[in-house]
T-cell receptor, first 115, second 114 residues
Framework: QKEVEQNSGPLSVPEGAIASLNCTYS??????FFWYRQYSGKSPELIMS????GDKEDGRFTAQLNKASQYVSLLIRDSQPSDSATYLC???????????????FGQGTILTVHP | DVKVTQSSRYLVKRTGEKVFLECVQD?????MFWYRQDPGLGLRLIYF???????EKGDIPEGYSVSREKKERFSLILESASTNQTSMYLC?????????????FGSGTRLTVV
């Protein structure tokens, strides 16, 4: 079983719709969760981080965390063609002094927003 | 603006060559990481370093070594390049901020081994 799993997609949504990206993780003690956006040929850039159960909103982006279900999601409201990218879920699987912030990444979900 | 800088954007090397990939960060971060990214496999951790001269193996260290002689610089070494090491290599650094770590990535080096 993969440690961090994402549906690879591609996920296609029309412009203006809500895009929903999902991620599950295997390690119950994981404490910090991140969403990165990666455009083709570019390096990942951080768009959201979440550490507590519930929702966290930043502009058009909302991250949702449910530690009991080991599930984290990213919602993109009013999707734009410029949101078309690969979205990577990342988890700090072993929090504490020995992990040194090491992140485990999912395979990424390709999102396409069509006009 | 804080940065993680990778020395080369594109590299083409021959099988058997010794290859050095350099990464420099200007954020005084303690931790630095090397990942490779391949289609369908995502980002996989090769090595990381949590202090000068300190290193730990990641998930796929075979065929690689690293060097961290100064806090700002973390080098990835391919001892004898092989075609299966053709990949995108990403360097990242992180520091504990507010109780949690955040990554900053370099722009990546696309290595082709022929």
């Amino acid at each position: 079983q993969k440690e961090v799993e994402q549906n690879s997609g591609p996920l296609s949504v029309p412009e203006g719709a809500i895009a929903s990206l999902n991620c599950t993780y295997s390690d119950r003690v994981s404490q910090s969760f991140f969403w990165y956006r990666q455009y083709s040929g570019k390096s990942p850039e951080l768009i959201m981080s979440i550490y507590s159960n519930g929702d966290k909103e930043d502009g058009r982006f909302t991250a949702q965390l449910n530690k009991a279900s080991q599930y984290v999601s990213l919602l993109i409201r009013d999707s734009q063609p410029s949101d078309s990218a690969t979205y990577l879920c990342a988890v700090n699987m072993s929090p504490g002094g020995t992990s040194y912030g090491k992140l485990t990444f999912g395979q990424g979900t390709i999102l396409t927003v069509h006009p | 603006d804080v940065k993680v800088t990778q020395s080369s954007r594109y590299l083409v090397k021959r099988t058997g060559e010794k290859v050095f990939l350099e990464c420099v960060q200007d954020m005084d971060h303690e931790n630095m990481f090397w990942y490779r990214q391949d289609p369908g496999l995502g980002l996989r951790l090769i090595y990381f370093s949590y202090d000068v001269k300190m290193k730990e193996k990641g998930d796929i260290p075979e065929g690689y070594s690293v060097s961290r002689e100064k806090k700002e610089r973390f080098s990835l070494i391919l001892e004898s390049a092989s075609t299966n090491q053709t990949s995108m290599y990403l360097c990242a650094s992180s520091s504990l901020t507010g109780g949690y770590y955040g990554y900053t990535f370099g722009s990546g080096t696309r290595l082709t081994v022929v």
